[in-house]
């Protein structure tokens, strides 16, 4: 579902940001593009808002020039995914807290902010079996694929021991394998 990087190694990941943070536009320009529509896609399908997604990731960008960071041993894609779920999540249960339950909205009612960052029609199903996880699935689902993390760094994110988080994500699969084929969208060998 997601795709790497393109950068060759972790070095070359935190050598852009230095450039980018000495005022090399094309440095800051290379991050944006290697990283902010997965970081999109990840907020939006966490918060169900296409708005709250954009002002999320520009706020981890806004923290990413500011950080200090104490060692260099992860990955920038990582730091940058966990800053996102971190503030989808807070601002996902801030919403709901504001809405209550009667007012709650299903998110991607507006098929206009999904279609933004999901092109094609099987990729729009996809995002529509990830919504329908229960929250602890769509979660781990979530970390692992969008965030590209790795199962001891969600466990550790989530405050779950890690066989929990490979039965939550073994189950999500399964899931989602299932609403897709329902819907066409996945042949039955799959």
């Not at 005022?23 to 990283?35: N, Q």
């Not at 990731?57 to 806004?62: A, D, G, L, P």
Request: net charge neutral; hydrophobic share 40%.
């Amino acid at each position: 579902m997601v795709q790497g990087s393109g950068l060759s190694n972790v070095t070359d990941e935190w050598s852009l940001l230095d450039r980018a943070r000495l005022g090399v536009k094309s440095a800051w320009g290379e991050l944006l593009r290697l990283h902010q529509s997965r970081l999109t896609a990840m907020a939006l399908l966490i918060t169900g808002s296409g708005d709250s997604a954009k002002d999320i990731v520009q706020e981890v960008f806004t923290r990413l020039i500011r950080v200090e960071f104490q060692h260099r041993q992860g990955t920038l894609s990582g730091w940058l995914s966990t800053a996102t779920w971190r503030l989808a999540v807070k601002e996902k249960d801030r919403t709901t807290k504001l809405s209550g339950l009667e007012s709650f909205v299903e998110p991607f009612e507006s098929e206009s902010q999904l279609d933004t960052l999901i092109k094609d029609e099987r990729s729009r199903q996809i995002a529509v079996a990830i919504r329908d996880l229960s929250n602890e699935h769509r979660e781990c689902l979530i970390l692992r694929f969008y965030g590209e993390h790795s199962y001891e760094e969600i466990a550790e994110l989530t405050g779950v021991p890690l066989g929990t988080v490979k039965s939550r994500l073994f189950h999500a699969v399964k899931s989602c394998r299932e609403i897709l084929r329902r819907k066409g969208v996945l042949d039955s060998c799959i």
